[in-house]
């Protein structure tokens, strides 16, 4: 166990839906960072949020949107889903706002398959 | 902007024999590099890490990985390979002072008994 927790680990919805995708980051942790992982595109970083606020962003479409709350979880929405946003999606965290000597901790992530 | 490049997307060993996963990378300052490794349905793993002290550095598992710079390389080794071994790896870089990073795209590391 990483110390990262992502929620659900699985998730089957038809085209043109909503999702949310959780991430707990590991105790301590400021950072969140959100990273996608298809076969065509293969890892790309999305966003990542340092105590609240969001703090870079990546290869992320207008249609997902993400938040970090006072408990330092965060939330990646994902709306009007389609075919291409099947994908393995995870999180991430850090101590601070840069990648510390460790890296990342990466969760186990949440597969995402749009039908 | 910084970038890396896997050289292989698939290599097959036999166990007991060595390993090299080749990674070379793009920077316009000296970057800070990351092998990663993935195992099937599993998330990811730190496997070591360069930030400018020792060329040679040394990861959990066996592994180790040599920064050369006149090389723009970072390539993964290790002396005997294990069926353990086999997973995807990635080759990472650091986006400058933000934090995230840019991933290769991958190899896949296959072992035979």
């Known amino acids: 166990d990483s110390g990262v927790t992502q929620t659900p680990k699985h998730l089957i919805t038809a085209t043109g839906q909503r999702v949310t995708l959780r991430c707990s980051p590991r105790?301590?942790?400021?950072?969140v960072y959100w990273y996608q992982q298809s076969l065509d595109q293969g890892l790309q970083f999305l966003i990542q949020?340092?105590?609240?606020?969001?703090?870079a962003k990546g290869n992320i479409l207008e249609r997902f949107s993400a938040q970090q709350f006072p408990d330092l979880h965060s939330e990646l929405n994902l709306s009007s889903l389609e075919l291409g946003d099947s994908a393995l999606y995870f999180c991430?965290?850090?101590?601070?706002?840069?990648?510390?000597?460790?890296?990342?901790?990466f969760g186990s992530g949440t597969r995402l398959t749009v039908v | 902007a910084q970038s890396v490049t896997q050289l292989d997307s698939h290599v097959s060993v036999s166990e007991g024999t060595p390993v090299l996963l080749r990674c070379n990378y793009s920077s316009s300052y000296s970057p800070s590099l990351f092998w990663y490794v993935q195992h099937p349905n599993k998330g990811l793993q730190l496997l070591l890490k360069y930030t400018s002290a020792a060329t040679l550095v040394k990861g959990i598992n066996g592994f180790e990985a040599e920064f050369k710079k006149s090389e723009t390389s970072f390539h993964l080794t290790k002396p005997s390979a294990h069926m353990s071994d086999a997973a995807e790896y990635f080759c990472v870089v650091v986006r400058g002072s933000q934090g995230n990073l840019i991933f290769g795209k991958g190899t896949k590391l296959s072992v035979k008994p």
């Open positions: 949020y340092y105590n609240g606020e969001e703090r």
């Open positions: 105790s301590g942790d400021l950072s």
């Open positions: 991430a965290s850090s101590a601070g706002d840069t990648i510390d000597n460790y890296g990342y901790t």
